[in-house]
């Protein structure tokens, strides 16, 4: 299957707001570190230890707090191992998704897409047909994943880079983005997708439910949310 990575936890003096959560729950895990097997050094998701705290309202409650600190944190915060990290991982969902758009499931994934809606901003990897862009990051995200080598977070069993890069690359077609931009996006997205599914740490899997269909949305739509300039509050 899938490249597998293995994760570790590290605690930083600035909390995301994960942080009260995994105290009260026994985990460190303010930080996810993944690193391939055989790798000289492991990767930092996003990095805890140059976040900005976060003003707190009394009872705010931690969409909104989650919200905020999506949209606050700036490219310059990331460490340059996660920007390594994260335009390999763009690449790698681009080679995917070309390399799964030839397969029979391929086909019929841009055969449903383009039936769903033709025309808009955003393309298809591999044809260059165009449609709108939610359609267009679900085909390209299923593509990514059509041979099975698209990476993956041991804990959570969420394969979080396809639907976010998918997603990050069909928003950049309607709207002017940088690649600065969509790689902090991306960063934040994939953080996000793995620590909603640590939850229940393969639970979700072994009772027949995808994980990645389950809480790499969560991560797109804060991704989206950032993108698209949307107010956290809101």
């Not at 700036?74 to 690449?91: I, Q, Y």
């Not at 389950?214 to 107010?231: E, M």
Request: with cysteine.
């Amino acid at each position: 299957r899938g490249r597998r990575f293995s994760c570790r936890a590290a605690l930083h003096e600035r909390r995301s707001p994960w942080h009260r959560w995994n105290a009260q729950e026994g985990r460190c895990a303010t930080n996810l570190i993944m690193h391939a097997p055989g790798s000289p050094a492991p990767i930092c998701v996003t990095s805890s230890a140059r976040r900005r705290p976060s003003k707190r309202a009394p009872g705010k409650v931690l969409a909104t707090r989650l919200a905020e600190w999506a949209s606050g944190l700036t490219f310059d915060e990331l460490p340059a191992d996660v920007v390594a990290s994260t335009r390999l991982r763009f690449l790698d969902v681009i080679g995917l998704s070309l390399a799964g758009s030839v397969t029979a499931f391929g086909r019929s994934t841009r055969a449903a897409a383009l039936a769903m809606a033709t025309g808009g901003p955003s393309r298809l990897l591999g044809t260059g047909e165009r449609t709108i862009a939610p359609v267009a990051a679900f085909a390209n995200a299923a593509c990514a994943q059509a041979l099975e080598f698209d990476d993956t977070h041991n804990e959570s069993i969420v394969h979080m880079s396809s639907p976010s890069v998918a997603a990050a690359l069909a928003l950049s077609e309607t709207r002017p983005v940088t690649g600065r931009e969509a790689i902090a996006a991306v960063a934040i997205g994939n953080e996000i997708s793995c620590r909603v599914g640590v939850v229940a740490p393969g639970q979700f899997h072994r009772r027949g439910f995808h994980p990645t269909g389950l809480f790499a949305p969560f991560g797109v739509t804060y991704l989206a949310g950032r993108l698209l300039g949307l107010d956290p509050a809101t």
